[in-house]
């Protein structure tokens, strides 16, 4: 199979001779080489992890097709712990939150959708910023690569999940959303990229200068706004606009070090 034709539900249904020789066919075109396959249990039903290397780089094979983005605000049900953090934490900092916190994930997150996608190589590890932001797009192009888009990050983040958070829809007690230790925002994702790991380290830009995704730089945490919404800017479909504003102002040049860009190649 061509790693054009590849759908994440083919993908998913591959045994491992077969999804070898469809990672070493992604390598080839890319000009890499294949480091591994890992067939172990991964969420969102994905059975399998390709690595490539190219030019020293890690890339993840990102099978694409007709796969579901967003999120679905006004389905949620938060959690009981989650819903008595925000009452307890968000409502009472004064910060003129509404009393049901879908009002906050609706000014955040992105509408589920439909859409199609490339199969396509991310890089394992998001790239640190240049000094200027703005130039990031050229840069990129000069190495034959290319940011995501939104639709695509957020593909490749969630690995067909559906979940508010790539590994579920809860987040643990004793862990907190930045920093080292463990909880599951740490470990690679289903795809075996690192991603949404650190709300202050891991945002990252998008072809699209308004969709931020992946951190928000620690304004949750520094804010005080309770644990919910320190946890929300690792959530998948978490796209705050303010992220994206401070990033593309007149601070961008000072922050850069806190952003990120995850290189893309494509397959075609």
Known sequence: MSPADLTLACWRALDTA??????????????????????????????????????GERYALVPGGEVTVGFDVDAWQPLPEQLGSYRE???????GFEPDPRARLAQVMTPPRTVTLPTVLMAVEPRRLPEIPSLVPALLAGEGLRLPSPDEWEHACGAGAGTLFRWGDGFPADSSPYGGGTGPH???????????????DSAEMTSDPGSVYGGDGGEAVCGGYGTLLEWLPLATANRNPSTAAFLDGPEGEDVFEDFNARPVIDLD
Request: hydrophobic letters at 40%; aromatic letters at 6%; a positive charge.
């Open 89 to 95: 934490e968000s409502l009472a900092g004064g910060f």
């Open 18 to 55: 077969a999804a070898t020789r469809c990672a070493e066919d992604a390598a080839r075109r890319a000009g890499g080489r294949l480091l591994g396959l890992d067939t172990s249990a991964h969420p969102g039903g994905v059975r399998h992890r390709a690595v490539i290397e190219r030019a």
């Open 186 to 200: 740490h470990p690679h994702n289903a795809f075996g990229l690192h991603i949404a790991f650190d709300v202050y």
